[in-house]
């Protein structure tokens, strides 16, 4: 037996919670997820352009790396001990290549676990001159939520000795309303820096 849907007003008030609970489903399976996914979306975005202006610091920082050399006397003596001796230390410890580079990845090591983390991989790269210097760089997998990558990578570059992040690539599985623990695979490389052998 069917039943009459009611007229007058009873009809137009039934009509008015129909429609608010047609929208309301609507907008929680349609609007809502949408939102959220642009948000983090957007949150993700401002992340990436702090991260690159942060990197773009660290880049100019090359020069002062220099004329830190210079200034402790590596260019005319070679003498590295003056450098490494003091408390603002920004070169790496070791007398060749390979030291340097695991006092390099030791180091990562130490800053991927203060920021809650781990390295997946960490490859030590062939070392390049640069006048005084020479370049240690280690390729490095992390796989972390967000806020983890940026803490390990603003300790990266306020680190001593000092060390550049560089050929950033990133790898998310991040889906519409997700949120930032979600976890994002970061390949980079890590460049420090020791004194060339006179």
Same mark, same amino acid.
């Given at each position: ?44 975005? *401002? ?26 006397? &590596? ?24 030291? *340097? ?6 180091? &990562? ?6 920021? %809650? ?13 640069? %006048? ?41 599985? *991040? ?24």
């Amino acid at each position: 037996m069917m039943h009459a849907l009611p007229d007058g007003r009873r009809g137009q008030a039934l009509a008015v919670a129909l429609t608010l609970i047609a929208a309301t489903l609507l907008w929680m399976s349609t609007a809502a997820p949408l939102i959220g996914w642009y948000t983090a979306r957007a949150d993700a975005l *401002a992340q990436q352009q702090q991260l690159a202006a942060h990197l773009a610091a660290l880049d100019a920082e090359i020069p002062s790396l220099r004329q830190a050399v210079s200034a402790a006397g &590596l260019q005319s003596t070679g003498n590295a001990a003056e450098l490494q001796s003091t408390s603002n230390q920004v070169l790496l410890a070791g007398d060749s290549d390979v030291i *340097a580079g695991a006092n390099l990845q030791t180091a &990562l090591q130490d800053l991927a676990s203060q920021a %809650g983390t781990s390295l997946d991989s960490a490859a030590l790269q062939p070392a390049q001159a640069d %006048g005084a210097v020479r370049r240690i760089s280690m390729q490095v997998s992390v796989t972390a939520p967000w806020p983890v990558l940026i803490a390990l990578w603003q300790a990266i570059g306020t680190s001593r000795p000092r060390m550049i992040v560089d050929q950033l690539s990133l790898t998310t599985s *991040a889906t519409p309303g997700g949120d930032q623990d979600q976890p994002v695979q970061a390949s980079f490389s890590v460049t420090g820096f020791r004194a060339a052998t006179p």
